[in-house]
């Protein structure tokens, strides 16, 4: 029933598609490999990246911290925006220990010893940016100490994952 | 007492699922009609129950019953009645309940076929659809219940339960908390629906695929019985990624479409196993090859689709951490990692049944081509998966977490989906069983011609200069070709032999055989779309500024200019700063545009929607960004230019235009399906 036309004979004809998959998914796995290193970036905390220091002059990382109110300085006529963060754990586990994100944010903006970042960043302030808020950046630290962001991530804890009893408050 | 009725629905629905299930194991192993009968019920009686229990969510949802928590947590007095309905969906709890109506329709819809000829699937795929159903509804019930109320205890604590703690009394809140603002928008409002319709939708050819590899039953027969559902799952989840693309467009207010974020990427996933899968059946079908590839495409779309429906919950989720924090995390976990062991189990078991008697004989045949089509969806979804569990394997092997944002999936996946265009251009024309370069290149070269000019010397005089954006356009204007070509190649010799006219002959050519002109309806949306992502991946330009009233900003050709801005409260909560800004193309006036920002004072957030001038050659995208609340004098603005990514819509509307005609129900059906049923090649 089968109208056989094969040209070639089998084993030849299975180790071409068995050479041709593997070239395909080499490809791929090539692909995956070169740009996981050529766009992978470390995410640091402040204490981390400070502890670092030289070793990552001029590299792109990624740092986390929490937002002091105070600090923050905005030049709307050259859009620089220059603020402090405080450290903040990076684990997900000390942070619910401190008793969740929000009261994590508000200890390490009180805690006056907690080691501290300096930002700059060019661009337009986003509404997000307040005390307490909890920014995520994308840049380099400078030799300087200062820590030159490219992009700002921000998150608040909003009033929609809080707990009941503080909406009952309100 | 409606808390009561619809929590009622839902356990009751729950019980029956549970009771269909057993009863169908039962009725299949004893060969008992009476109780596979008994579980068909059981099945149909689970939609009117959870109508019940989802109708009952929304009375408490218009009625502002803000003692339920998921109510006073998603609505408040403020919003309009749509906005209340919709609302069902505004959070993890009512979604579940609404994915589980879903559910419970597209399986009754199922039990309603003529299941004379396939009896044997039957007690199988309730097994797996209510399943499915219990698991969902198992969640609704003891995990995240719409239904729970809020009660107040002596010492003023405020507690979540469905029943009445000891000494507690109902707590009914004056207000309800709204729905995010952001999630207010249209395309917010019908993107979960759509979504959870294609996630739902590809839970029935899975079930009929484990059906069939229970029975034993392991032709193409499951292939064919769910092809439509599979279309249109299909047909549903596209949309949803298109709508979701449109509202990041609208409202968030960074200039595109698409940020490689974990939410959108796990709903991409089964939509790439899902295009796979679509497209290695036809293998299975003409040529009855790679039946266990389609086994494992479908079981993998299968998990990707419990996983997705898992992590695309009301859009609230940032990393891949937060989601093991949610007490229902482990439980989605325990219960993919169930279903994919069992599966793969089962697969196992018919491996050598599954065998195929046939090989693939030719590198260029189109089945070699389908097959390099589905490595390349593979590729993506992996890239995919890596990208979203890197951080993860880096934090346990080096103790450094370390992430990967959008230039790494823009690096690792722009090759592939180059390659995936390629193919869609030759695979059309590559013949079955046997091709070679020659036979190919005879049917191309008249296309292949056409593109050159048409994707290479045209932007070369239009000055495009990037060889990446000359390659994309080249590969577009030859899928585009080369589809055309096809349609008109086919039209005439229908044309010639039944002497009707280029169009009658065109309309009925695409009529008698809609899925294979169908797909290539959805080939000329993907071309147009992929105009429209070169355009703004590779030629988007921005500047921002901040400037006084009656300065502009020059980006390219457009120049715009602020002219007013006022900043006003609606007496729906919000207060909205709006500027009125002119554009000018080269001198020449074009029209205003209205940038604007509302902020919600109830969710105490912003909402920044773009003043947006759209053509068919570009779009003009102006955000607000900052004003001086005191004098209203200079204001801040980011101003983009994306060229063509007006075809990106347009291309998804193509798109979709060529599912529904794929999708379509044959009038010859029945007769279509009998030929099938004959060997496929008899020949003298």
Same mark, same amino acid.
């Given at each position: 029933m089968e109208h056989s036309t094969a040209v070639e004979s089998a084993p030849t004809n299975r180790l071409k598609f068995i050479l041709g998959g593997f070239l395909v998914v080499a490809a791929i796995v090539y692909l995956i490999v070169s740009s996981t290193q050529a766009s992978a970036q470390y995410f640091l905390t402040v204490e981390e990246l400070l502890a670092k220091g030289e070793a990552v002059y001029g590299r792109d990382v990624r740092v986390s911290g929490a937002v002091i109110g105070e600090s923050i300085q905005y030049d709307p006529q050259t859009l620089t925006l220059k603020f402090t963060v405080a450290h903040i754990p990076g684990d997900n586990k000390d942070i619910e220990a401190q008793g969740g994100l929000a009261e994590a944010l508000r200890l390490a903006v009180s805690d006056t010893s907690r080691k501290r970042l300096q930002v700059v960043y060019y661009g337009v302030k986003p509404d997000l940016l307040r005390h307490e808020a909890q920014a995520i950046m994308t840049g380099t630290l400078g030799e300087d100490g200062i820590f030159y962001a490219d992009e700002l991530l921000l998150k608040c804890p909003t009033k929609y994952e809080e707990a009941v009893p503080q909406q009952v408050e309100g | 007492m409606i808390i009561d009725f619809g929590f009622g629905a839902t356990l009751i629905a729950f019980l029956v699922s549970i009771y269909g299930v057993i009863a169908a194991i039962v009725g299949s192993r004893n060969r008992a009609l009476k109780w596979i009968e008994s579980a068909r019920l059981a099945m149909l009686l689970t939609f009117p129950l959870l109508t019940v229990a989802a109708l009952s969510l929304i009375y408490l949802l218009v009625g502002g019953h803000f003692e339920v928590e998921f109510v006073s947590s998603v609505t408040s007095?403020?919003?309009p009645l749509y906005l209340r309905i919709t609302a069902?969906?505004?959070? @993890?709890a009512g979604s579940l309940v609404f994915w589980c109506w879903l559910l419970a329709g597209f399986a009754s819809a199922v039990t309603l076929r003529n299941w004379e000829r396939d009896s044997e699937f039957l007690p199988w795929v309730i097994v797996v659809a209510l399943t499915t159903l219990s698991f969902f509804l198992m969640l609704v019930i003891f995990f995240e219940n719409p239904f729970s109320r809020l009660w107040a205890l002596p010492n003023g604590e405020v507690i979540v339960a469905m029943f009445q703690p000891r000494q507690g009394a109902l707590f009914t809140p004056a207000d309800g908390q709204g729905l995010n603002p952001l999630l207010r928008h249209p395309g917010m409002i019908i993107h979960p629906p759509m979504l959870y319709l294609g996630f739902v939708g590809f839970v029935i050819p899975y079930a009929f695929a484990i059906a069939a590899l229970v029975t034993g039953r392991t032709d193409d027969r499951w292939i064919r019985l769910t092809r439509g559902w599979t279309l249109v799952a299909w047909l549903f989840l596209s949309l949803g990624l298109l709508l979701g693309g449109r509202w990041a467009y609208d409202v968030l207010g960074w200039g595109g479409y698409w940020g490689w974020d974990p939410v959108e990427i796990a709903a991409f996933m089964p939509w790439l196993t899902g295009t796979a899968f679509l497209h290695s059946v036809m293998i299975q079908e003409k040529r009855g090859m790679l039946k266990h590839w389609n086994m494992v495409l479908i079981i993998l779309t299968y998990c990707l689709v419990i996983f997705g429906t898992f992590l695309t919950r009301s859009g609230v989720l940032s990393s891949v951490h937060a989601f093991a924090q949610s007490a229902i995390g482990p439980m989605f976990f325990a219960f993919i990692g169930i279903t994919f062991i069992a599966s793969v189990t089962l697969l196992m078991r018919r491996w050598d049944e599954l065998k195929s008697h046939m090989q693939m004989t030719s590198m260029l045949s189109r089945e070699a081509l389908f097959l390099l089509n589905n490595l390349l969806f593979l590729g993506i979804l992996v890239v995919c998966f890596w990208g979203v569990i890197f951080p993860l394997i880096s934090e346990i092997f080096t103790g450094q977490k370390v992430t990967v944002g959008p230039p790494f999936y823009e690096r690792a996946t722009a090759p592939l989906f180059g390659g995936l265009l390629f193919l869609m251009g030759i695979a059309p024309l590559a013949a079955w069983r046997h091709s070679t370069v020659k036979t190919i290149g005879r049917a191309i070269w008249k296309p292949t011609l056409l593109s050159l000019v048409v994707g290479i010397i045209w932007p070369l005089l239009a000055g495009v200069r990037q060889p990446v954006a000359l390659l994309g356009f080249w590969l577009a204007a030859f899928v585009a070709a080369v589809t055309l070509y096809e349609f008109w190649r086919g039209a005439q010799a229908r044309s010639h032999r039944a002497g009707e006219g280029m169009l009658t002959a065109l309309w009925r050519l695409a009529g008698r055989n809609r899925r294979r002109y169908g797909g290539y309806i959805i080939h000329l949306g993907v071309v147009l779309m992929s105009l429209g992502i070169m355009g703004i991946e590779v030629f988007q330009t921005e500047t921002q500024g901040t400037i006084p009233q009656g300065d502009s900003l020059t980006l390219g050709e457009y120049t715009v200019t602020y002219d007013t801005l006022a900043v006003f409260n609606t007496n729906d909560g919000r207060n909205v700063a709006r500027a009125v800004m002119s554009v000018y193309r080269r001198g020449e006036y074009l029209g205003e545009i209205y940038p604007r920002r509302d902020f919600f004072f109830e969710s105490q957030q912003p909402m920044t929607i773009p003043g947006l001038r759209s053509t068919w050659e570009d779009d003009l995208y102006v955000i607000l &960004?900052?004003? @001086?609340? &005191?004098?209203? @004098?200079s204001a801040t603005f980011k101003v983009y230019h994306n060229p063509l990514v007006n075809w990106l819509w347009t291309g998804g509307l193509v798109f979709i235009l060529g599912t529904l005609v794929a999708a379509w129900p044959e009038k010859e059906r029945a007769r279509a399906i009998e030929r099938a049923k004959q060997p496929a090649y008899v020949r003298p």
């Amino acid at each position: 029933m089968e109208h056989s036309t094969a040209v070639e004979s089998a084993p030849t004809n299975r180790l071409k598609f068995i050479l041709g998959g593997f070239l395909v998914v080499a490809a791929i796995v090539y692909l995956i490999v070169s740009s996981t290193q050529a766009s992978a970036q470390y995410f640091l905390t402040v204490e981390e990246l400070l502890a670092k220091g030289e070793a990552v002059y001029g590299r792109d990382v990624r740092v986390s911290g929490a937002v002091i109110g105070e600090s923050i300085q905005y030049d709307p006529q050259t859009l620089t925006l220059k603020f402090t963060v405080a450290h903040i754990p990076g684990d997900n586990k000390d942070i619910e220990a401190q008793g969740g994100l929000a009261e994590a944010l508000r200890l390490a903006v009180s805690d006056t010893s907690r080691k501290r970042l300096q930002v700059v960043y060019y661009g337009v302030k986003p509404d997000l940016l307040r005390h307490e808020a909890q920014a995520i950046m994308t840049g380099t630290l400078g030799e300087d100490g200062i820590f030159y962001a490219d992009e700002l991530l921000l998150k608040c804890p909003t009033k929609y994952e809080e707990a009941v009893p503080q909406q009952v408050e309100g | 007492m409606i808390i009561d009725f619809g929590f009622g629905a839902t356990l009751i629905a729950f019980l029956v699922s549970i009771y269909g299930v057993i009863a169908a194991i039962v009725g299949s192993r004893n060969r008992a009609l009476k109780w596979i009968e008994s579980a068909r019920l059981a099945m149909l009686l689970t939609f009117p129950l959870l109508t019940v229990a989802a109708l009952s969510l929304i009375y408490l949802l218009v009625g502002g019953h803000f003692e339920v928590e998921f109510v006073s947590s998603v609505t408040s007095r403020s919003m309009p009645l749509y906005l209340r309905i919709t609302a069902l969906w505004g959070a @993890q709890a009512g979604s579940l309940v609404f994915w589980c109506w879903l559910l419970a329709g597209f399986a009754s819809a199922v039990t309603l076929r003529n299941w004379e000829r396939d009896s044997e699937f039957l007690p199988w795929v309730i097994v797996v659809a209510l399943t499915t159903l219990s698991f969902f509804l198992m969640l609704v019930i003891f995990f995240e219940n719409p239904f729970s109320r809020l009660w107040a205890l002596p010492n003023g604590e405020v507690i979540v339960a469905m029943f009445q703690p000891r000494q507690g009394a109902l707590f009914t809140p004056a207000d309800g908390q709204g729905l995010n603002p952001l999630l207010r928008h249209p395309g917010m409002i019908i993107h979960p629906p759509m979504l959870y319709l294609g996630f739902v939708g590809f839970v029935i050819p899975y079930a009929f695929a484990i059906a069939a590899l229970v029975t034993g039953r392991t032709d193409d027969r499951w292939i064919r019985l769910t092809r439509g559902w599979t279309l249109v799952a299909w047909l549903f989840l596209s949309l949803g990624l298109l709508l979701g693309g449109r509202w990041a467009y609208d409202v968030l207010g960074w200039g595109g479409y698409w940020g490689w974020d974990p939410v959108e990427i796990a709903a991409f996933m089964p939509w790439l196993t899902g295009t796979a899968f679509l497209h290695s059946v036809m293998i299975q079908e003409k040529r009855g090859m790679l039946k266990h590839w389609n086994m494992v495409l479908i079981i993998l779309t299968y998990c990707l689709v419990i996983f997705g429906t898992f992590l695309t919950r009301s859009g609230v989720l940032s990393s891949v951490h937060a989601f093991a924090q949610s007490a229902i995390g482990p439980m989605f976990f325990a219960f993919i990692g169930i279903t994919f062991i069992a599966s793969v189990t089962l697969l196992m078991r018919r491996w050598d049944e599954l065998k195929s008697h046939m090989q693939m004989t030719s590198m260029l045949s189109r089945e070699a081509l389908f097959l390099l089509n589905n490595l390349l969806f593979l590729g993506i979804l992996v890239v995919c998966f890596w990208g979203v569990i890197f951080p993860l394997i880096s934090e346990i092997f080096t103790g450094q977490k370390v992430t990967v944002g959008p230039p790494f999936y823009e690096r690792a996946t722009a090759p592939l989906f180059g390659g995936l265009l390629f193919l869609m251009g030759i695979a059309p024309l590559a013949a079955w069983r046997h091709s070679t370069v020659k036979t190919i290149g005879r049917a191309i070269w008249k296309p292949t011609l056409l593109s050159l000019v048409v994707g290479i010397i045209w932007p070369l005089l239009a000055g495009v200069r990037q060889p990446v954006a000359l390659l994309g356009f080249w590969l577009a204007a030859f899928v585009a070709a080369v589809t055309l070509y096809e349609f008109w190649r086919g039209a005439q010799a229908r044309s010639h032999r039944a002497g009707e006219g280029m169009l009658t002959a065109l309309w009925r050519l695409a009529g008698r055989n809609r899925r294979r002109y169908g797909g290539y309806i959805i080939h000329l949306g993907v071309v147009l779309m992929s105009l429209g992502i070169m355009g703004i991946e590779v030629f988007q330009t921005e500047t921002q500024g901040t400037i006084p009233q009656g300065d502009s900003l020059t980006l390219g050709e457009y120049t715009v200019t602020y002219d007013t801005l006022a900043v006003f409260n609606t007496n729906d909560g919000r207060n909205v700063a709006r500027a009125v800004m002119s554009v000018y193309r080269r001198g020449e006036y074009l029209g205003e545009i209205y940038p604007r920002r509302d902020f919600f004072f109830e969710s105490q957030q912003p909402m920044t929607i773009p003043g947006l001038r759209s053509t068919w050659e570009d779009d003009l995208y102006v955000i607000l &960004v900052d004003w @001086q609340p &005191v004098s209203i @004098q200079s204001a801040t603005f980011k101003v983009y230019h994306n060229p063509l990514v007006n075809w990106l819509w347009t291309g998804g509307l193509v798109f979709i235009l060529g599912t529904l005609v794929a999708a379509w129900p044959e009038k010859e059906r029945a007769r279509a399906i009998e030929r099938a049923k004959q060997p496929a090649y008899v020949r003298p």
